[in-house]
């Protein structure tokens, strides 16, 4: 999978940016020592980033251990220790950070997908992630939006076509821009509309898929009626968590969230040592 190539690449980079020259600290204590330690969550969400997590430690010393007690996707409460790791004290004090950053990242944005998705539980609508990722990390935050039950739109600029409004201006028109998108070799293509005039001249011209681009809601309503099922509908621009089910509401087929990537909120966790090899148990 595309995701998990790129991961021992970023976790090489964050393990650099924070080491550096060597971890001071850590050096303090003897090479020798040994310790167990467990990762506790603070607060409700859904968990992802188990792999990168591990792959810090493995870059660090492959005879790091861990354990997990769930996986990527589940539900976990505040209070529930997630995993428990043993070896090096050294490497599991170097590590701690950058493996944490990674699972509060991930874990963050799979807990807000999450959220949307609830929030239009019983609507037939798809909520759907944006480009607006964290620069480096895009693959990794669409894949916590999946662990978060919503889905993907496109993953970049190279496996779909979506003209937007300085596409269709540069073109001339909603027209001659899917025309010419209609003549290369990509066969996914989405218009983006800004008002119901474009919206019908998309239609004429035989779009299949449609970006509603800050559309009211009465306008989302009149665009699901012009369109007779005949395009997929998605709605896109400046939803919120206490705006998506109205937008869903309406009958559009599907709503772009940028604020499942962009606006972050990491989740809390913390790692502790533990006495005499102790579990989680």
């Known amino acids: 999978m595309k995701t998990f190539a790129l991961m021992a690449e970023q976790v090489a980079v964050a393990l650099a940016e924070d080491i550096g020259s060597g971890d001071v600290t850590a050096h303090l204590l003897s090479e020798a020592a040994q310790a167990t330690a467990r990762v506790v969550v603070r607060q409700s969400a859904v968990l992802c980033g188990t792999a990168w997590f591990d792959e810090v430690f493995r870059q660090l010393d492959r005879q790091i251990e861990s354990t997990w007690l769930y996986q990527d996707g589940d539900v976990v409460q505040a209070g529930d220790c997630l995993c428990t790791l043993t070896g090096s004290a050294r490497t599991l004090l170097t590590g701690e950070r950058t493996a944490l950053n990674f699972l509060q990242t991930l874990s963050g944005t799979a807990s807000t997908?999450?959220?949307?998705?609830?929030?239009?539980?019983?609507?037939?609508?798809?909520?759907?992630?944006t480009r607006k990722t964290l620069p480096g990390l895009r693959l990794a935050q669409k894949y916590a939006v999946v662990c978060g039950g919503a889905a993907n739109q496109r993953q970049g600029l190279y496996d779909a076509i979506l003209l937007k409004e300085n596409h269709i201006q540069a073109a001339g028109s909603v027209t001659q821009a899917f025309t010419a998108a209609q003549a290369s070799a990509v066969t996914k293509i989405q218009v983006e509309v800004e008002d119901l005039t474009e919206l019908a001249e998309a239609l004429t011209a035989g779009a299949t898929s449609i970006l509603l681009d800050n559309f009211t809601l009465a306008d989302l309503r009149q665009a699901v009626a012009l369109n007779q099922q005949r395009a997929r509908l998605e709605a896109s621009g400046g939803i919120s968590l206490d705006t998506v089910r109205q937008v869903a509401a309406t009958g559009v087929d599907a709503i772009s969230v940028g604020s499942l990537t962009k606006d972050l909120q990491s989740v809390d966790f913390s790692m502790r040592f533990l006495p005499d090899r102790a579990s989680c148990d």
């Open 113 to 129: 997908a999450a959220a949307y998705v609830q929030a239009v539980q019983g609507l037939p609508v798809t909520i759907c992630d």
